[in-house]
């Protein structure tokens, strides 16, 4: 059986991620996002399992940063999970919310609850920790403390914590993208993917040859000319020297034998480089609210 690795510990919202992305996996958790991508590198798991990209606070930098610069892994598939922020507290501290004095969570979850924290709780420390499953587990070991931990609903299940605030993203539609990240050369030890298949997407990291006016724009025309849709384009620091950027571009085609090379003959024509990060399948997760929308509208089918 396959094994992937994941951000633990229990209930994060990766562990979610891979519970609805694969069927029959050995799930191995690790402390944080790096350590899981390591883990491939080293070949002490098959795949990881990472998170990429939020809707709310946009790229996961800490694993493009790595993938980019770090560890060279292809990214083998896709899954877009709805993400739902509560706010847990152990059960003894469940009618003091006034005196909650320090929140934990990971970066990413915290910075979807900003605008939640300075209206409903302006008083209370906002501090990091390596997962919002660890954020769950440090609550749960201390009943006594006016703690408490920004997490999903699964976390509260497990460590037996009360959920007093709900939904407290601040944006309605909260979704996080996460990627399979593989070995060079080894297909074989892809896990099989369960959830619905959405597409196909290629990645591309291009950097350009030299600051010269227009060059995104030709870069960007290799694309266009040839209908090949963008869903996706970034800009980030190559770490070389401030004003030195790259781009992530994601392009809704898989690698075909015509398109895709195109453009990379021509990309590389240009003088630019082009590192190919992943050609891939595209699942989601629907939320609960999309599920029972879809069921209502099979409930309503006019007869014919
Ligand atoms: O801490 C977790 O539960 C994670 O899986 C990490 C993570 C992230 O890095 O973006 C994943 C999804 C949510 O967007 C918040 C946190």
Known sequence: ??????????????????????????KQPFTTIHESMDAVASEEVDV????????????V???????????????????????????????????RLAEL???????????QCHDFFREELPEATLASVDSTGAAAAKVAENPDEPIGAVANE???????????????????KNHTRFVVLARKNHPETLPAYQAPK???????????????????HQVLSAFSWRRLNLSKIESRPMKTGLGNY??????????????MPGVVAELEAL????????????????????????????????ES
Request: aromatic share 6%.
């Open 271 to 302: 003088n630019c480089s082009v590192r190919i990060l992943g050609s891939y399948s595209c699942h989601a997760l629907p939320s609960r609210t999309e599920t029972e929308d879809e069921k209502h509208a099979e409930k309503t089918v006019p």
């Open 48 to 59: 990881a399992l990472v998170p990429l990209e939020n809707a709310i606070e946009g790229s």
């Open 101 to 111: 004095e320090t929140v934990y969570s990971h970066p990413h979850a915290i910075a």
């Open 1 to 26: 059986m396959a094994t992937v690795g994941y951000l633990g510990p229990q209930g994060t919202f990766t562990e979610l991620a891979v519970d609805a992305l694969f069927s029959e996996v050995e």
């Open 154 to 172: 699964l976390a509260a299940k497990q460590y037996g914590l009360v959920q007093v605030k709900t939904q407290i993203h601040d944006y309605e």
């Open 198 to 216: 959405t597409g196909v997407k290629t990645t591309l990291m291009i950097s350009l040859p030299t600051d010269y006016s227009g060059a995104l």
């Open 61 to 95: 930098n800490m694993t493009l940063d790595h993938l980019i610069h770090k560890r060279d892994l292809p990214i083998a598939g896709e899954i877009i999970v709805p993400i739902e922020q509560h706010l847990l507290v152990h059960p003894d501290q469940a009618e």
């Open 246 to 259: 790259f781009f992530i571009i994601d392009v809704n085609h898989g690698m075909d034998e015509v398109l």
